[in-house]
């Protein structure tokens, strides 16, 4: 039985995407030439969390997992966010139902906020500043409730402080059900669109006897250089290239002071950021040959949905659609493979054409397509 250790690690200044295959995502335009002209500690890049794998680094996204069917294996982790920048970036707001490892908001009464109760007590209107707490949930994975990352789960830096729901730091994966692609984020009370933003993802690909990840599998799907599996996530960036959370939801003050600060000072209902990101980079681009590929894409952002199609860009700049490429076949989805190869064709009102893919958030679909003729 194997097994992995996953620790929520601390303010890696990221500038590259963890890299599994050969055939990776590279930007168009060169980082540096953007943070050299900040000033320290921003010049060393952005601020995130990620999971550090087996202690081979934080990374955004995580290292890629890999785990065969019906072999079961053991993740433990732990919590390593001690003294972030990020922390006094991302502000947590304190009136909402959240882990509240301090029981300021408990203690307070801070979740019933003006008009509902009286006006909210000082400590409510505080940031978070306290340890953080994390939990790791496998989306879409079949395992006992103890080994879920229950919300209530959370711990804080040296398990000093625990969540209702905590049971144990190791999780049994007994890794049962058909293959398919999952992903890790984080999964604590009230502050997932925070702990996920600031980078605590990862894939969890479960493979069985067909589908090996190698070459020569009984099924001919693409593997090696031609397997991409691509985190799709949107941000945005403060003018020092660190992650920006709005406070606002005042489409006139979208990056201003908070719109309620007496009622929720520091949330807002949705998110939608200006950048997209794919595997940490910024509108990357990843060079393919012309051959079949399987592109397993996951949309990992808080609130946007995405109609994924091919281009042509051959004879066309980065903005501006060129004519329609390739279709996209759907292979599989969250619940494993399908049946068939699916063409997503016309009649949904969300497709821009026959041969685009929608795609909701927390939603993965797993792709053939066949850049053969670009
Ligand atoms: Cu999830």
């Not at 920048?85 to 991302?90: R, V």
């Not at 709005?246 to 939608?272: M, Q, R, V």
């Not at 393919?288 to 860009?313: D, K």
Request: aromatic residues 10%; contains cysteine; hydrophobic residues 35%.
């Amino acid at each position: 039985m194997g097994g992995f250790q996953a620790s929520a690690g601390n303010d890696a200044t990221h500038r590259r995407p963890r890299r599994r295959a050969a055939a990776v995502t590279k930007g168009r335009w060169a980082v540096t030439s953007i943070y050299s002209k900040l000033p320290a500690p921003y010049n060393a890049g952005t601020y995130v969390w990620g999971y550090n794998l087996n202690g081979a680094g934080a990374t955004w996204p995580a290292r890629t997992i890999e785990s065969r069917r019906n072999i079961a294996t053991t993740a433990i982790y732990s919590n390593s966010l001690v003294n972030t920048k990020l922390q006094s970036l991302l502000t947590v707001d304190q009136s909402i139902h959240w882990a509240d490892p301090l029981n300021i908001t408990h203690g307070n009464n801070c979740i019933n906020p003006p008009p509902f109760g009286p006006p909210l007590a000082a400590p409510c209107l505080q940031p978070y500043a306290g340890p953080i707490p994390t939990v790791t949930h496998l989306h879409g994975f079949e395992v006992l409730s103890q080994y879920d990352g229950h919300p209530d789960a959370w711990f804080t830096p040296g398990f000093a402080l625990k969540g209702a729901a905590y049971l144990t730091n190791t999780y049994n994966y007994q890794n049962t059900q058909e293959p398919t692609t999952l992903w890790f984020h984080d999964h604590t009370l009230g502050i997932v669109r925070l702990n996920v933003y600031s980078g605590l993802a990862g894939f969890y690909l479960l493979r069985d006897n067909r589908d090996t990840g190698y070459a020569n599998n009984s099924i001919t799907l693409p593997a090696g250089d031609q397997e991409v599996e691509l985190m799709i996530q949107d941000r945005q960036f403060d003018t020092k290239g660190q992650l920006y959370f709005p406070d606002s939801d005042n489409p006139a003050n979208l990056n201003g002071p908070p719109a309620n600060p007496n009622k929720h000072p520091y949330w807002i209902p949705e998110f939608f950021g200006d950048v997209i990101t794919v595997n940490g980079k910024s509108w990357p681009v990843l060079d393919v040959e012309p051959r079949r590929y399987r592109i397993r894409w996951l949309n990992a952002s808080n609130a946007r949905m995405y109609i994924m199609q091919m281009f042509n860009q051959a004879s066309v700049d980065m903005h501006q659609n060129g004519p329609a490429g390739p279709a996209i076949w759907q292979i599989g989805s969250d619940g494993g493979f399908l049946d068939n190869p699916v063409k997503p064709g016309a009649g949904d009102r969300l497709r821009a054409s026959p041969e685009a893919s929608p795609c909701a958030r927390g939603h993965h679909h797993d792709a053939a397509v066949s850049p053969a003729n670009l």
